[in-house]
């Protein structure tokens, strides 16, 4: 069965990094993408882009662009959410998650939640 | 970007209750809706796609449908286990943008 398992939880200081994993079992890994999403405590889901695990090509919200880095490590079946500049507003639950076809998750990471705070 | 608007954001149902939730699009995103169903401290499941496609394992009560830019999420007999926030997402074009969300709560 399909699977995405996130890295733990973090603590961070205002303007460091934060990078957080996501391992995929159960399907070929490089066969459909890997987005992001991230949800602030009791708010609405914000998508952050997505990767191509194949060609390693990505895609980013705006408001995201210049801060967040999407990477892959195939041999492992491995995506990395890299978030920089990390601010108190970042604070939230991060999701990676898998689509059926192209943005239509049907598998979702149990969530890793980062905290900001100084 | 594509924004969705959904109404209303919160609602009071009683067990076996028809209930729907409004999703609409601020331009075409032709059948490229999809709903989710979240519930505290979970991720979000995927009910719909494609607008009015009924995803694997999900229970013939919910039903999904298009009116142009205007999408319904439908659930025609409210189960204890329905009581959730439901979120509309458009796939049409990225940034893949969210419905604010709508909370289900028991009457």
């Known amino acids: 069965q399909v699977q995405l398992v996130q890295s733990g939880a973090e603590v961070k200081k205002p303007g460091a990094s934060v990078k957080v994993s996501c391992k995929a079992s159960?399907?070929?890994?490089?066969?459909?993408?890997i987005n992001w999403v991230r949800q602030a405590t009791g708010q609405g889901l914000e998508w952050m882009g997505w990767?191509?695990?194949?060609?390693?090509?990505?895609g980013y919200a705006q408001k995201f662009q210049g801060r967040v880095t999407m990477t892959r490590d195939t041999s492992i079946s491995t995506a990395y959410m890299e978030l920089s500049s990390l601010r108190s507003e970042d604070t939230a639950l991060y999701y990676c998650a898998r689509p059926i076809s192209d943005g239509d998750y049907a598998y979702w990471g149990q969530g890793t939640l980062v905290t900001v705070s100084s | 970007d594509i924004q969705m608007t959904q109404s209303p954001s919160s609602l009071s149902a009683s067990v076996g209750d028809r209930v729907t939730i409004t999703c609409r699009a601020s331009q075409s995103i032709s059948s490229y809706l999809n709903w989710y169903q979240q519930k505290p401290g979970k991720a979000p499941k995927l009910l719909i796609y494609?607008?009015?496609s009924l995803q694997s394992g999900v229970p013939s009560r919910f039903s999904g449908s298009r009116s142009g830019t205007d999408f319904t999420l439908s659930i025609s007999s409210l189960q204890p286990e329905d009581f959730a926030t439901y979120y509309c997402?458009?796939?049409?074009?990225?940034?893949?943008?969210f419905g604010q969300g709508t909370k289900l709560e028991i009457k």
């Open positions: 990767m191509n695990p194949n060609s390693g090509n990505t």
């Open positions: 997402q458009q796939s049409y074009s990225t940034p893949y943008t």
């Open positions: 159960g399907y070929i890994f490089t066969s459909y993408d």
């Open positions: 494609a607008a009015s």
